[in-house]
């Protein structure tokens, strides 16, 4: 209360709505008592107030139109649509920020290099073993042309190793690039139309003879070694004890001794 004798308009209205505490409200009601005019005004206001709620209540509690419902619900699911979108764009924001540094931290590694590797020939195997027409830039009747041409490019001499024994055959090769240099792809396929895919490129080094590694990406497996100055990674929808058998029966189509390259258990 600004003055003990005469409240001012915000506390009529104050105590008309009941804010007022009981104190407080009792000292209105004592004003009011001794003032006519100031009751007058109230008990005007009051009226007022009354026949606003006559009028407009029934209205407040009409149920909502069936298209002003609806109306809204498709608001609001644009808005939470909206929302959930740009939700998604700012943790993919901050995924791919954090995804950038970690591949750059990883990458700098051997072992990152290996699995980067790894995940080209999986990607390109993907794309092109689904291949009818064109699984192969050059065909195998033509392998020839194809190991010379691809020697020319990698600067190192290589030729399709013969997977006869393990079930394939060769159906051709392609040039691909491997971050900034090229690297190849064989293609191969087998009686049930399963194919296998032998990517590769010269190592940087030679690379370590002893190191192999295994790459799962859903259905598709990779595994990754060094054979002869080359960083290798044959993919295809197999287990790992099948590629480990067919990249074995690579060593033996090269007349390599099997017994000291990859010969490991898990």
């Known amino acids: 209360m600004t003055s003990p004798q005469r409240p001012n308009e915000a506390e009529l209205n104050a105590y008309l709505d009941g804010e007022l505490g009981p104190e407080a409200q009792a000292q209105v009601e004592r004003h009011l008592a001794g003032d006519s005019e100031d009751a007058r005004r109230v008990a005007d206001y009051r009226a007022i107030q009354e026949a606003m709620h006559a009028l407009y209540d029934p209205v407040l509690q009409e149920p909502v139109p069936e298209r002003l419902a609806a109306a809204t619900e498709r608001r609001r699911s644009t808005v939470v649509a909206w929302t959930m979108r740009i939700a998604a764009a700012l943790v993919l924001l901050v995924a791919g920020a954090a995804g950038g540094w970690f591949a750059h931290q990883n990458v700098s590694t051997e072992e ?128 790992q004890k099948d590629l480990m058998a067919f990249a074995k029966e690579i060593y033996r189509s090269r007349g390599g001794d099997t017994s000291n390259n990859l010969n490991y258990s898990w």
């Open 112 to 239: 990152g290099r290996q699995i980067a590797f790894t995940r080209q020939a999986i990607d390109a195997h993907r794309l092109y073993s689904v291949e009818v027409r064109h699984p192969v830039e050059v065909a195998a009747a033509d392998e020839a042309h194809m190991s010379a041409w691809l020697t020319r490019r990698l600067g190192k001499a290589i030729a399709p190793p013969a997977l006869g024994g393990a079930g394939f055959k060769l159906v051709g090769g392609r040039l691909l690039p491997s971050e900034s240099k090229p690297a190849a792809q064989f293609m191969y396929e087998n009686a049930g139309g399963q194919r296998l895919t032998l990517f590769f490129t010269v190592a940087t080094g030679g690379g370590d003879a002893a190191a192999y590694r295994f790459v799962r990406d859903g259905g598709t497996q990779s595994l990754f070694w060094y054979i002869d100055g080359f960083a290798c990674a044959l993919t295809g929808e197999f287990e």
